[in-house]
């Protein structure tokens, strides 16, 4: 049941996907605000309070919610899972983004390429080439495909609607709470370990479906106190082959990525590829779980 449902709301993500941000994410984004007025004091013990709260309750309500309906009807837990999982995903959009760059920038039309990237380049000048359009987009297929796709997919199949909400709100309270000093620290904390687990899987995942022995440099090349995101971004640029971080100039002798392509239209696309290689290849490990426990 369990890929079933990840298959059926995959698939309507993939030809019906939802404008972001979404109503659902307005109505989050209000309960956010709600509880930052409410409950911050400038303290990480009222931010541990109102993530409990604005998390950790909802999802443990969701747990017993789904253990009754189980009870009464079965069905209705996996309507509830596919709804939820519709919801909370949303990859689809990021593929399109990146597509409409990639085709802009193979034409070198780099005002249509910033119109594209939207946020994905806020952080650039305005002057920006083409490469660094294609970099930052780069990273951003990365690291949406952990927060919008691995990561919801690893938490549903451990703990069900109880991981995908907690994932989910954790997640969305983290981001809402970036600025609030100590406050949103909890959230970020919890945040950091709920994405631990999934974004080495994702890592590894690109080395087998990439360049092995190129991911894993890249991979080693990070400290061990990097961020989950900078791990996701590592192993995907070295299984594809291509510089994200500092210009080749900048580089030190020793770095792996010495001998990588500077960043592009092609590797853009490559990377949505890669993505879609690693998500083939977890359904394909739930597949084989689930016919060898039958």
């Not at 703990?159 to 989910?168: A, N």
Request: hydrophobic share 55%; with cysteine.
């Amino acid at each position: 049941m369990t890929l079933l449902t990840l298959l059926a709301a995959l698939g309507l993500d993939y030809y019906r996907p939802l404008s972001r941000p979404s109503s659902v994410d307005a109505w989050l984004a209000v309960k956010a605000a709600w509880l930052q007025e409410h409950f911050n004091a400038g303290s990480a013990r009222h931010g541990w309070l109102a993530w409990a709260i604005g998390a950790l309750l909802p999802a443990a309500i969701a747990g017993m919610v789904s253990g009754f309906m189980q009870l009464i009807s079965p069905p209705l837990v996996w309507v509830a899972a596919f709804a939820l999982l519709y919801f909370a995903s949303g990859y689809r959009q990021v593929v399109q983004t990146a597509q409409d760059m990639v085709g802009a920038l193979t034409v070198l039309d780099l005002d249509r390429a910033r119109r594209f990237c939207g946020d994905w380049c806020a952080g650039l000048p305005s002057d920006a080439d083409a490469e660094a359009m294609a970099r930052n987009g780069i990273g951003t297929v990365f690291r949406l495909s952990l927060e919008r796709l691995f990561g919801i997919v690893f938490w549903f199949v451990w703990l069900d609607l109880i991981g995908v909400l907690l994932y989910v709100l954790t997640r969305f309270l983290a981001e809402h709470w970036r600025s609030a000093g100590e406050f949103g620290r909890p959230a970020r904390q919890v945040l950091h370990w709920l994405d631990w687990l999934p974004a080495r899987g994702l890592a590894f995942s690109f080395a087998i479906v990439g360049n092995f022995e190129h991911a894993l440099a890249g991979w080693r090349a990070r400290a061990v106190q990097a961020r989950n995101e900078e791990v996701v971004c590592a192993a995907g640029a070295g299984a594809l082959g291509v510089r994200l971080g500092e210009p080749l100039a900048e580089i030190a002798p020793g770095n792996p990525a010495a001998g990588w392509d500077a960043p592009s239209a092609e590797y853009l696309e490559g990377a949505v590829h890669l993505v879609w290689r690693a998500l083939l290849l977890w359904l394909v490990l739930l597949a084989m779980l689930w016919l060898a426990g039958r």
